[in-house]
């Protein structure tokens, strides 16, 4: 027969003191609380979910405050971009009173032409444009769907 070392006096007295502390837990008389209606925690959840939007609406106004524009660049405003090639691009910039028609690449930046910027606001979108190498497109087709819905 084998025998067991002898355990200090405070080691062989734990688990029987954990039982006696978690037996109140697992007693089968033990009240159980009524379950909580949907109501209960409702104003505390709205009252989270205003503390969160207030928070995100504020972040938000402050990156737009902190984003704009401050000094030389308040009287710059960017008016369109188009891409000419794969890092390439032509872009119109307003800067006092004046239209910049900019060529933009990777390494530098150039004006191509300048205009007053009454040129820009004389232009209509509405305008037919006539520039291409087949007239007025966009017109044609308008007009030809039109007469084909007509003729139905």
Known sequence: MTQFPKLP?????VPLALTA???????????????PGITDGLGQMLLGL????????GCLWLIKKLS???GAAAGLKVL???PVGPRERVVLVEVGGQVLVLG??????????TL???????TSPDAPATSGPFGDFQGWLKRS????NDAK
């Not at 007053?116 to 004389?122: I, T």
């Open 145 to 148: 769907m039109e007469r084909r």
């Open 68 to 70: 704009a524009p401050h």
């Open 9 to 13: 006096r405070s080691v062989r007295f």
């Open 21 to 35: 502390a978690a037996s109140p837990l697992f007693a089968a008389d033990a009240a159980t609380p009524a379950a």
């Open 80 to 82: 369109g971009a188009v």
């Open 116 to 122: 007053p910027e009454e040129a820009l606001q004389n």
């Open 104 to 113: 933009v690449t990777p390494t530098n930046v150039r004006t191509l032409h």
């Open 50 to 57: 205003a503390v969160v939007l207030g928070l995100l609406l």
